[in-house]
Structures are given as C-alpha cells and as structure tokens.
C-alpha cells in the first residue's frame, strides 16, 4: 500500500515570497491533516480534512496560510507571503477516520532566508 | 486549546535497561491516545495505540492508560541504542468541533548509552 505522497521535499524561499505544497494521502484515507513541525517541537495541527470540507483550521494562520482538498482527495498548503518564522517541516498526514491512526508523509522542509 | 505535556528530556537510559516515557493530557474526553517515534531529520512512526485502561504490550514495547488520572505512558524493555529517538505522546481531542484531532505533545528525546 502506497504511503502518504508529499512534494516537494525541500523549499528555499526568500521572506514575501509564495510556496505550496501537495500531498497525495493513502488511498481510501477520508481524513488528511497538514501539521506543522519547528525544528525542537511537536507537530502543530494547522488543518483538518474530512473529505473535502474542513472540520478544523483554528491555529492556521489565515492572513498567509491557505489549504484545499480538492475532490475529497490531494491536498494543497500554500503560504503567501512567507515570514522567517514559517521556516519549519510541513508534514502531510492521513487516517481513515478523525479519531483513528494518523500516517505521515516524508514532510516538505520550508526555509525561509 | 486542549494540551499534550510530555517531559522534553533527554532521557538517558543504559543499553538493556527499561526506558520509561510519560505524558499526561488535560481533556477528560479523551479516547484515543498514540506513541509515535521520530528520528532526526525523518517524520514521526507509529509505535503503539491505545485505546482503553490498563497495559497494551507489543514486543518490547507497553503503552500503559490511566483514565482518570489523565496519564499515558510508554515502556521500552532492553532498550538498544536504536531507540534512541524523539517519543510523540498524542491524543485524539474533541474541544470546540464535533470533529475529533490528533494533538501532539513536545516529544521526549531518548539517548541509549551504550
């Protein structure tokens, strides 16, 4: 069974300047969360997916963050613009259902300089 | 915001020993709870879940849960210097939204010493 799907890997961007980021979950997975991970910290919940509608985006930062799931299935975090302090691994991550086993993709590295 | 308290170590424990994770958690409505590992530079695995009181036990691994004193841990028996790692204590909250989510503690680092 394929894992969750994330690109790109790595990002260096200039701060004010624009990245997204895809990620493909596990197949049949009705849930698809996107956290954020500052080097030293624990994942922070930016958003929730439950097919294609959010149940959760209370600590996404709406002025530059914004994300979609388009059809219920792939999904894009896109920050504009960026600030220093977004620099961190996003982590794409999928369960079957809100309570149950989250998977994790590789996670896209976001530099910002 | 609904909070995932872990130690933040590092936690040093010798080659064979039994390393011992704890975390606690503040929301009572709690049912799912989850110890992922982290290596540096890689995204959290999944090492156990949990789901009812008492102890679940998976090879050299034992997740204990204790309800009502909001407490989960984690037990490494013979621990080996591959264990060492970053342990993500997480848990399923239900705070504003009929939606349950996963919230994550800071992680404990663990050091296997030889």
């Known amino acids: 069974e394929a894992g969750v799907a994330q690109s790109p890997r790595y990002k260096i961007i200039e701060k004010r300047q624009s990245v997204a980021f895809w990620c493909n979950p596990i197949s049949g997975h009705a849930t698809l969360y996107w956290y954020q991970q500052i080097l030293g910290q624990g994942p922070k919940l930016l958003i929730q997916?439950?097919?294609?509608?959010?149940?959760?985006d209370s600590q996404l930062p709406k002025d530059r963050f914004s994300a979609e799931r388009l059809k219920g299935v792939d999904s894009t975090l896109k920050i504009q613009p960026a600030k220093l302090e977004d620099s961190a691994v996003y982590l794409c991550a999928s369960s079957l259902m809100n309570w149950d086993t989250i998977y994790f993709g590789e996670g896209s590295w976001l530099t910002v300089v | 915001q609904k909070e995932v308290e872990q130690n933040s170590g590092p936690l040093s424990v010798p080659e064979g020993a039994i390393a011992s994770l704890n975390c606690t958690y503040s929301d009572r409505g709690s049912q799912s709870f989850f110890w992922y590992r982290q290596y540096s530079g890689k995204s959290p695995e999944l090492i156990m879940f949990?789901?009812?009181?008492g102890d679940k036990e998976d090879g050299r691994f034992t997740a204990q849960l204790n309800k009502a004193s909001q407490y989960v841990s984690l037990l490494i028996r013979d621990s080996q210097p591959s264990d060492s790692a970053t342990y993500l204590c997480a848990v399923n909250s239900l705070e504003y939204s009929s939606a349950s989510k996963i919230i994550f503690g800071s992680g404990t680092r663990l050091s296997i010493r030889p």
């Open positions: 997916f439950q097919n294609n509608g959010v149940v959760d």
């Open positions: 949990i789901y009812s009181n």
